[in-house]
């Protein structure tokens, strides 16, 4: 198993683009999330989901998109970068409440 | 609203030496589940120990074990026999209904 995958590791953008950061699980996880990680700030939710077809906000989703058509995929979209979306974003998936969450190895996004 | 609070931003230990991280709780969930997730400089997040809300039994992972006072809201992770590979940052992790708070991290040192 490759666990949960994410594309790319390291992205620059400028103030406007906009971006789909890609994850990806093969252990047929039903929840799914993303969360950015900030410096002094720990890790916070942005936009999660409970299967396919389902997805809520999470603590901050101002400035992204998610959808949910498949098991195995969740994307985040940027619709148009701000410099305060420069952080390390993780994507995470779980199969159970109490098993916690599998993380990816993240993306550094900067933001010119 | 779910909370976690981590009141040590740094901690250091020597080698073989005990260490204990702090962390604080607030939620209005009666079902809930506990984590301390380690992120060594690599950045992937790694699974330590996983308490249930529901089971009085502090959980034990081999050296890691963890101190739950459920009335205190308070979940405590102990480190024994710390090992240089210890050194990371370490984030108590919260959360029912496919929520997870994270609190802001305790940067854990292990002194040779």
């Known amino acids: 198993n490759a666990g949960v995958t994410q594309t790319p590791k390291f992205q620059v953008l400028k103030t406007g683009q906009s971006m789909t950061l890609q994850c990806a699980q093969d252990m047929n996880h039903e929840y799914m999330s993303w969360y950015r990680q900030d410096p002094g700030m720990g890790l916070r939710l942005i936009h999660y989901?409970?299967?396919?077809?389902?997805?809520d906000q999470g603590e901050v989703p101002n400035g992204y998109n998610v959808s949910r058509s498949t098991t195995e995929d969740f994307p985040l979209r940027l619709l148009s970068a701000a410099p305060s979306q420069t952080s390390v974003y993780f994507c995470?998936?779980?199969?159970?409440?109490?098993?916690?969450?599998?993380f990816g190895p993240g993306t550094r996004l900067t933001v010119l | 609203a779910q909370t976690v609070t981590q009141s040590q931003p740094e901690m250091s230990v020597q080698e073989a030496e005990t260490v204990t991280l702090s962390c604080t709780y607030d939620t209005s969930e009666s079902d809930y589940y506990l984590f301390w997730y380690k992120q060594p400089p690599s950045r992937q997040m790694i699974l330590v120990i996983r308490?249930?809300?529901?089971?009085?039994q502090n959980a034990t992972e081999n050296r890691f074990s963890v101190n739950f006072q459920k009335a205190a809201k308070s979940f405590s992770l102990k480190i024994s026999d710390s090992q240089l590979g210890d050194a990371a940052m370490y984030f108590c992790?919260?959360?029912?209904?496919?929520?997870?708070?994270f609190g802001t991290g305790t940067l854990l040192a292990v002194q040779p």
């Open positions: 992790v919260g959360g029912a209904t496919n929520k997870l708070i």
């Open positions: 308490q249930e809300a529901y089971k009085q």
């Open positions: 995470a998936s779980s199969y159970s409440e109490r098993d916690g969450l599998f």
């Open positions: 989901s409970v299967g396919a077809g389902i997805t």
